[in-house]
């Protein structure tokens, strides 16, 4: 659990793969949280297993559910 300061961090670690299983290397993801008082960090790139990682902080202490989205990926890209 993460305190709800604003100041406190979540690390959100997102994997990028193509239809195929194959990590995405270089993408950067994007993620919005439902409610209210967050803060969001750019996510990284991904790395060779197509690993990203973002943090988010809040000053609402809530359940949140995170809307990922992966732009320009070519094929299709699912994330983990």
Same mark, same amino acid.
């Given at each position: 659990?993460?305190?709800?300061?604003?100041?406190?961090?979540?690390?959100?670690?997102?994997?990028i793969?193509?239809l195929?299983?194959?990590?995405?290397?270089?993408?950067?993801?994007?993620?919005?949280?439902?409610?209210?008082?967050?803060?969001?960090?750019?996510?990284?790139? +991904?790395?060779?297993?197509?690993?990203?990682?973002?943090?988010? +902080?809040?000053?609402?202490?809530?359940?949140?559910?995170?809307?990922?989205?992966?732009?320009?990926?070519?094929?299709?890209?699912?994330?983990?």
């Amino acid at each position: 659990n993460i305190v709800a300061n604003g100041i406190s961090t979540s690390v959100i670690t997102i994997t990028i793969k193509d239809l195929y299983e194959n990590p995405h290397e270089g993408i950067i993801p994007t993620f919005t949280a439902s409610g209210t008082g967050n803060t969001y960090s750019t996510c990284s790139a +991904s790395d060779a297993a197509g690993v990203s990682l973002c943090t988010l +902080s809040s000053t609402v202490a809530e359940t949140k559910t995170l809307t990922l989205t992966v732009s320009n990926t070519t094929p299709a890209t699912t994330i983990v």
